[in-house]
């Protein structure tokens, strides 16, 4: 028998919760993945009933038929996150739904303003007492705007529950082919063999963006690409790419190697390019005379054994060319290369994260027929093509993790203590140098900055 679940949404009349969370439960509900009772209480601050509540969600919601099967899971609950009082009226719902071993989960869907206010009333109220390892509280990203305001979050955090009660989300973790590396690394020994600095030339990470700010410029005007994107998602993927073997597959041991990669990572001032699209200062909520970048470039090296000395690329940005996530992991040339007449391409490997999970492999093959000439050809693994029924989205997996007490694809602190450790050093010597940000009107622009600095095509 499935763990009696009470999930309880703060923010509940936001984007988040109607676009990714809602879906998602209903999506597990619909597998049977938890328990088919289970008690979604969304809170907001907005005098809804049950049927407007669900009207409004409706309005965002993806697929409207699908939200009709958890209609009667959810309760609407009007409160104010400020007052206290309103916690107990709260906890009294709560404690009548649930039973002894209830698995209670409270997520904040909100923005990071927030968190103390909810925390601090959460821990108040009685409704997560540190000890209860029933209960658990979920926060998005950001974490924090910098080194200094994320450890004033994080001991608040640790000041009213206990580490194991914490969740903290950054999505990218959840998607399908950023669970798949450490598979395909440390499963395929055609991989792990050559995983190190004799054989790997260099690697990409890239999270090339079409839109712009769209409606965020409050939220996006005060963080840009570097606090927004590799703080956090970039980084998360350069660990799980350099790390060592693990002693085992359990959250923590996994964690170890992680935090041993990011406590290593050294970036080259020169290689850096921060920039900004024409038009950004005309958005919505935006500071005319703001300094925000909305693309961040960088080469950045692991001082680990394995990867010392491999050129690793960040990239990220906004108005570019193409929607595209993708880690291009490019090796050695073989010792043979001279021995041909044809110039041969080095192998790489492309991990695709979006907007197509898969993998693929270039390698060098004889040109099919009579001639001798070599090309370069691609095995391709396109991970949606091959499956049946849609593929989980990110937040299904992170929920149904939550629910079984899982951790591995959540950050731990020191995870998120070292990635801005480099963030807010690359911020201060951006600062400090006589660098500008760079106006760009396409990818264009930016590819040519890159060449001339790096020598590498993008
Ligand atoms: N949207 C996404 O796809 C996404 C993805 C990754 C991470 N996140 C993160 O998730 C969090 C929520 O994002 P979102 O897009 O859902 O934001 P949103 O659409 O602006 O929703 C914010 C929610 O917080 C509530 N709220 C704001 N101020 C409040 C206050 N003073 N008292 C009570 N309630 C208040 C809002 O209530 P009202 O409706 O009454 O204003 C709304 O329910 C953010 O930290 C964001 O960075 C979002």
């Not at 879906?23 to 938890?34: F, G, M, V």
């Not at 968190?115 to 926060?139: Q, R």
């Not at 002693?247 to 990669?261: H, I």
């Amino acid at each position: 028998m499935k763990q009696k679940l009470i999930i309880t949404i703060f923010g509940a009349t936001g984007d988040l919760t109607a676009r990714k969370l809602l879906p998602a439960l209903t999506k597990l509900n619909k597998d049977r993945l938890i328990e088919e009772q289970t008690k979604i209480i969304c809170i907001g601050r907005r005098d809804y009933d049950h049927a407007s509540y669900l009207d409004s969600v409706r309005k965002i919601y993806p697929d409207n038929q699908d939200l009709d099967r958890i209609k009667p899971n959810i309760i609407y609950f009007n409160m104010s996150i400020e007052k206290q009082t309103d916690y107990f009226k709260l906890k009294e719902l709560i404690d009548d739904e649930s039973f002894e071993d209830t698995r209670k989960i409270y997520y904040l869907a909100v923005g990071p303003d927030l968190l103390e206010v909810i925390s601090k009333n959460i821990n108040a109220s009685h409704l997560i007492e540190k000890k209860d390892i029933n209960s658990s509280i979920v926060f998005e990203k950001p974490f924090g705007q910098d080194l200094e305001s994320a450890k004033a979050i994080n001991e608040l955090l640790w000041g009213y529950f206990d580490e194991k009660q914490i969740y903290r989300i950054d999505h990218y973790l959840g998607k399908e082919m950023i669970q798949n590396i450490l598979t395909v690394r440390f499963a395929n020994k055609i991989f792990e063999d050559s995983w190190h600095n004799n054989s790997i030339k260099s690697i990409k990470y890239i999270v090339k963006e079409t839109d712009g700010i769209l409606n965020r410029g409050g939220y996006y005007d005060t963080s840009g690409a570097l606090k927004d994107m590799v703080q956090s998602h970039l980084l998360q993927m350069l660990a799980l790419v350099s790390m060592d073997v693990p002693k085992s597959y359990q959250s923590d041991d996994l964690k170890e190697e992680k935090v041993n990669v990011l406590k290593r990572i050294r970036y080259d001032k020169e290689s850096l390019i921060m920039g900004q699209y024409e038009g950004y200062l005309n958005e919505k909520n935006v500071n005319k005379e703001s300094k925000t970048e909305t693309f961040v470039f960088l080469k950045a090296f692991v001082d680990t054994p394995r990867f010392k000395g491999v050129p690793m690329y960040l990239l990220t940005g906004k108005k570019l060319d193409i929607k595209e996530s993708v880690i291009i992991v490019e090796f050695e040339e073989t010792a043979e290369q001279h021995k041909w007449h044809f110039p041969l391409k080095t192998n790489k490997l492309y991990i695709k994260i979006a907007p197509q999970d898969g993998i693929s492999l270039a390698l060098n093959s004889k040109v099919p027929g009579l001639s001798d000439d070599v090309e370069s050809v691609e095995l391709e693994y396109c991970i949606a093509c091959n499956s049946v029924g849609n593929m989980p989205e990110a937040y299904e997996k992170l929920l149904l993790d939550i629910t079984k007490y899982h951790k591995r694809l959540f950050t731990r602190w020191d995870e998120i203590e070292y990635s801005w450790q480099l963030v807010d050093e690359i911020k201060q010597d951006f600062v400090a140098s006589s660098k500008s940000l760079v106006t760009y009107k396409n990818f264009d622009e930016l590819k040519k900055l890159i060449k001339e600095k790096t020598n590498e095509v993008f």
